[in-house]
């Protein structure tokens, strides 16, 4: 052998032994840092191995055209395991290291393109025209194009949906029969999406562009978080405020894993027309969406907790009978606890404190209890007066509207107290809207039940004309600005107004 040759086979040795443990290290990086993308190894091992049998074959056969032809595939091979070798360390090494994401396709395309240039090059180092073979392959192409349609569907999905990128590996994906997963991978034919469940759904990328999907919990410049609903159902005698405050209150108490502190979780009744309950969810926003029975379930634990503490029972598939009978529980028993309460209520404002026990009484028959939420307005402003209300627990603002200006409130009642008097007293519209506070009891009682009281007592109406007189200047002086003097000056003549404005009403003598 020449010493040229003898030079050359050293050259060579030495590319082998240092691509060989390049090589290894690699394989070994890999698998023990990123033991999930072993399989990408296969095509750089693939490539490496006929790459070492070539070198080996060449060496073996030493004269003739064979050997010049098994050198310039040796040449050949030697580029594309290059190439295989620098793109496993960029694409499954460096770039996961500085947190570049790239998709399967995207490296197999840059991959790809790589090999084509560096077979170019080879070849025609090599003395060899590459358009001629170029040309052959793109007749080929054409015959695959047609025999592989779908394929090339697939293929062609593939790399609409990385260059939109509308889906990217690690998206949560729900379709519309409500299958959910998130993208492991979007490779040439198919997109690889993992259940919760460690299941895989295979999806053509034709497919996947064909049809509508939700990306769940993605927001444009913003942390992946979903909003999760979780149903409960209580017994609906409870009070729906009451539930909400009591479950918020809890799920706010303490962070829970996997649910966002903003916003805030909150409690809402979504339904009342079931049989004999309510049923509610808690909504809050979940920050990984692998995690949702977990965080569902100590969700869960806390409302049942939170509704045990405070006594109110979760909802039991119930049948309701009503049975009337003599004694405890009977419908009489019942209305005479009702009247009780009506009558406690009465004795608790002095507007009727003139009227004896029996007339007290007759009138508690004719209360008709009214419950009103925060924020319900109880009467509005400019209505007909059909009612005088009797507050018994809870705050209510009375609040009068002037045209082109904003509403304001004149007065705030807590209870014991009562409105809605002037306009039954006076038969003029009503004079301010009164909106409750609080969720608010009050007893309601017919124009026509307190004329009759009137016409019996007509003392009520001299008691309450001072307080009406007050109550129509306070009003008048938020309206019109007036000051201590005038509305002192008008509180007197308002008096003797109201008074005469009253008997003439109610006809009393
Ligand atoms: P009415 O006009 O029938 O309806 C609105 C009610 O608001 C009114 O009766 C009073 O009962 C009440 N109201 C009006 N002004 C005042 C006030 N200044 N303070 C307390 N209550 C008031």
Known sequence: MSLQGILEQAGSLVAVGAMTVAVVALVLLVNAWRADRRKKLRRLLTVYGVYLASVALSAAVQAGMVSRALNVASDLLQALAVVALASTALFEVALPLVRIRVLDLTADLVTGAAYLVVTAAVLSGAGLDFTSVLAASTVMAAVLTISLQSTLGNLVGGLALQLEGSVRVGDWVQFEGGRVGRVASVRWRHAELETRDGDTIIVPNALLLQQSFTLLGRHPGAPVRHRQWVHFNVDFRASPREVVRVVEEAIRASPIPHMAADPPPDVVCVDLAR??????????????????AVADSVVRARVHAALRRARIPLARPSHTQFQYQEGEGSWAARESARQERALAALKGVDLFSSLTDTEVRDLARHLWWCPFDAGEVITRQGAVAHWLYILHSGTVEVVTEVEGAAPRVVSTIEAPGFFGEMGLLTGEPRLASVIAVIPVVCYRLDKRDFERVLTRRPEIADDLSPVLAHRRVELLAVRENLDAAARAAREHTE??????????????G
């Open 275 to 292: 049989d004999s309950w309510a049923t509610y969810a808690v909504r809050y926003w979940l920050t990984d969406l692998m995690a949702d």
């Open 495 to 508: 008096r003797a107004r109201i008074l005469g404005r009253i008997r003439e009403f109610f006809g009393l």
